[in-house]
């Protein structure tokens, strides 16, 4: 079974950068795909960002575009989001998952991110 851990999350200023870790345990090679997707208070969980294991294929919600960056070592079972200008919107918990058999199955635990105007 895939175990996934997020860290990273914290208080920062508008405009400012975070940059969270999930690390994957467990047997990965059975994944496929591993996303970010972030919740905030009263609001549906909502996709940020994918990147597959082989081949590196990236999508990204428009909300993001431009500013957050997602990246992996395979070596490392770790996947990265980079995020840059920050804005108080962007507060929320943010969760990663393992997409498996063609649905996100997996899910770590979430990092909370609070953005301050």
């Known amino acids: 079974q895939v175990q996934l851990v997020e860290s990273g999350g914290g208080l920062v200023q508008a405009g400012g950068s975070l940059r969270l870790t999930c690390a994957a345990s467990?047997?990965?090679?059975?994944?496929?795909?591993m996303g970010w997707f972030r919740q905030a208070p009263g609001k549906e969980r909502d996709f940020i960002a994918s990147?597959?294991?082989?081949?590196?294929?990236?999508y990204y919600a428009d909300s993001v575009k431009g500013r957050f960056t997602i990246s992996k070592n395979t070596a490392k079972n770790t996947v990265y989001l980079q995020m840059n200008s920050l804005k108080p919107e962007d507060t929320a918990v943010y969760y990663c998952?393992?997409?498996?058999?063609?649905?996100?199955?997996?899910w770590g635990q979430g990092t909370q991110v609070t953005v301050s105007s």
């Open positions: 998952a393992a997409e498996k058999s063609g649905s996100y199955q997996l």
């Open positions: 467990g047997r990965t090679s059975n994944t496929y795909r």
């Open positions: 990147i597959t294991w082989g081949g590196g294929i990236i």
